[in-house]
C-alpha cells in the first residue's frame, strides 16, 4: 500500500540553524501539506501547497518557513533559524484531491537546543 | 470559523467494553469530518470519515461513527475494544484545504 515517508525521523539542531525536513508523498496526489503536534498538544496545520504553490498557509507559518517541490517526488520544509519554540513533531500529508483525505507521514521529531 | 471539540482528554476502559469518544464541531457550511488515530510514536491513520450520505460511517478495525446534523457530534465507537486499540484519538474536520484538529482523547484499555 502506498505511503509519504519523511526523512529524518529524529533531526537535533543548536537554535539559530537551519533545518531542511523531507517528505515524499503518494505518487499519484496533487495536494500536500506540513503540520506540527507540539509535545502534549493538538495537531496544527502549517502550509498547503498544490501545483507548484502554497495555497493555503496559517498565522504559524512566517517568513522563517519556506516550503518546496524540488522535483516530482520530494516534497521539504525548510525553517531558516530555528528557535526553542519550533521543537515539535512534524508531519508530512498529501491527499489525490481537496475534499480526500489526507495521508500522514510518520512525522520527524525536530528537537531545537 | 470552524473548530471542533473533544470533550474527554481520557477515556479508559475494560478490554471487551464499549466505548464512545466525543467530538462536537461548529460549523456554517457543509462539513467534512474525520476520525484519526496515532499510536505511540507514530503517524496518524485514518480511521474513517463522513463526506456525504448515510450518517452512520463504518472505518477500519472495527469502529464506526455518526454524523448528528442537529446535536453537531460525530461521536466514535466501538462496541468492544482490544488492548490494541490504546491510542491516542484526534477528531477533524475539513476547512477549506487544511484540517482543524480537536484536542486528542487518549484511549486507555486496560485488562
Known amino acids: 500500500e502506498p505511503e509519504v515517508t519523511q526523512t529524518p525521523s529524529h533531526q537535533v539542531t543548536q537554535m539559530g540553524q537551519e533545518v531542511i525536513l523531507r517528505c515524499v508523498p503518494i505518487?499519484?496526489?496533487?495536494?500536500f501539506y506540513w503540520y506540527r503536534q507540539i509535545l502534549g498538544q493538538k495537531v496544527e496545520f502549517l502550509v498547503s501547497?498544490?501545483?507548484?504553490?502554497?495555497?493555503?498557509k496559517s498565522e504559524i507559518f512566517d517568513d522563517q518557513f519556506s516550503v518546496e517541490r524540488p522535483d516530482g517526488s520530494n516534497f521539504t520544509l525548510k525553517i531558516r533559524s530555528t528557535k526553542l519554540e519550533d521543537s515539535a513533531m512534524y508531519f508530512c500529508?498529501?491527499?489525490?484531491?481537496?475534499?480526500?483525505?489526507?495521508?500522514f507521514g510518520p512525522g520527524t521529531r525536530l528537537t531545537v537546543l | 470559523a470552524q473548530s471542533v471539540t473533544q470533550l474527554d482528554s481520557q477515556v479508559p476502559v475494560f478490554e471487551e467494553a464499549p466505548v464512545e469518544l466525543r467530538c462536537n464541531y461548529s460549523?456554517?457550511?457543509?462539513?467534512?469530518l474525520f476520525w484519526y488515530v496515532q499510536y505511540p510514536n507514530q503517524g496518524l491513520q485514518l480511521l474513517l470519515k463522513?463526506?456525504?450520505?448515510?450518517?452512520l460511517v463504518k472505518g477500519i478495525n472495527g469502529f464506526e461513527a455518526e454524523f448528528n446534523k442537529s446535536q453537531t457530534s460525530f461521536h466514535l465507537r466501538k462496541p468492544s475494544v482490544h488492548i490494541s486499540d490504546t491510542a491516542e484519538y484526534f477528531c477533524?474536520?475539513?476547512?477549506?484545504?487544511?484540517?482543524?484538529f480537536g484536542t486528542g482523547t487518549r484511549l486507555q484499555v486496560f485488562p
Open positions: 505518487s499519484n496526489h496533487l495536494y
Open positions: 477533524a474536520v475539513r476547512s477549506t484545504d487544511k484540517l482543524i
Open positions: 463522513y463526506l456525504s450520505g448515510s450518517t
Open positions: 501547497f498544490y501545483n507548484n504553490e502554497i495555497s493555503e
Open positions: 500529508a498529501s491527499s489525490e484531491n481537496r475534499l480526500n483525505e489526507q495521508f
Open positions: 460549523s456554517s457550511v457543509s462539513v467534512y
